[in-house]
């Protein structure tokens, strides 16, 4: 990346303060030069460090107290511009991460190495320019075809 570029920000989601505190010190270790722009523990709260904070990449738990981070997806603006990596205790919500376009979904307690490899890939796409806009609007058109039987997957040209 360049270094004239901004500083990258992260913003975490996650109801356990502990896995909260857990992903931002792993973070912090591995990546000094990234900020972590806040943390929420509720869909509420994370909508509102979203909106405010602008994030490029959100580390978002699945099961929040009053709902899900797929309702914190469902609520944002279409102008929100940020890569997913979801870090939850349940393997079985993977197949609807995959049709939130997630960029990785990994599994606590989290790998250092997997998480490593996840801020990596989103560095890349974001260094690269690759529209995380498009993601997030792909994202509620899967919400609004959740019936469907296909799922989509992302390509440096569009979607298959």
């Known amino acids: 990346m360049n270094d004239e ?3 990258l920000k992260i913003a975490v989601v996650d109801d356990e303060k502990h896995g909260r ?14 900020e972590i722009c806040g943390e929420a523990d509720s869909v509420a709260s994370a909508i509102q460090l ?12 699945i099961e929040l107290t009053d709902g899900t981070g797929f309702d914190v997806l469902e609520s944002i603006k279409e102008n929100t511009n940020f890569e997913i990596i979801f870090a939850t205790a349940f393997n079985y919500y993977a197949i609807k991460a995959i049709k939130f376009s997630a960029l990785d979904y990994l599994l606590k ?3 250092v190495k997997e998480l490593v490899a996840a801020i990596e890939n989103a ?3 974001i260094s690269n320019k690759i529209d995380r806009n ?11 075809q959740q019936s469907s039987n ?3 997957l992302p390509t440096e040209s569009g979607y298959i």
């Open 5 to 7: 570029i901004e500083k």
């Open 21 to 34: 505190e857990s992903i931002m010190t792993l973070i912090k270790k591995n990546f000094p030069d990234i």
């Open 50 to 61: 979203i909106e405010n904070s602008k994030p490029d990449i959100l580390f978002l738990d």
């Open 109 to 111: 307690p989290v790998d």
């Open 123 to 125: 560095k890349f796409k």
């Open 134 to 144: 498009q993601n997030i609007k792909f994202l509620k058109k899967q919400l609004l």
């Open 150 to 152: 296909k799922i989509s």
